[in-house]
């Protein structure tokens, strides 16, 4: 259970869900076992923003900070920790 400031984070974290449960979970296993980098999630995650949470605009990033980067860490990392630390 999360202690959420606002429903901006709610809503992120409930994305992030919706993203995991469809893109995620099932190609896990596959990346594991193969030893591979997972180009096609790595675009999805960077398709949602989830590149450059922590980094200022100015630089090219989203300006969210550090806590949507843990956020977005450890819902990713409930499925595949691997494809978690991507982003």
């Not at 999360?2 to 893109?23: A, G, I, P």
């Not at 843990?70 to 991507?86: H, N, P, Q, R, W």
């Amino acid at each position: 259970m999360y202690l959420l400031d606002s429903k901006e984070q709610e809503m992120f974290v409930e994305q992030l869900r919706r993203m995991v449960v469809d893109k995620v979970w099932p190609r896990a296993a596959e990346i594991d076992e193969k030893e591979e980098f997972p180009w096609d999630l790595k675009k999805i995650f960077q398709d949602m923003g989830l590149l450059g949470l922590a980094v200022p605009e100015e630089y090219g990033g989203n300006k969210q900070g550090h806590l949507y980067t843990c956020l977005a860490v450890e819902e990713i990392a409930v499925a595949c920790v691997s494809s978690s630390l991507i982003v």
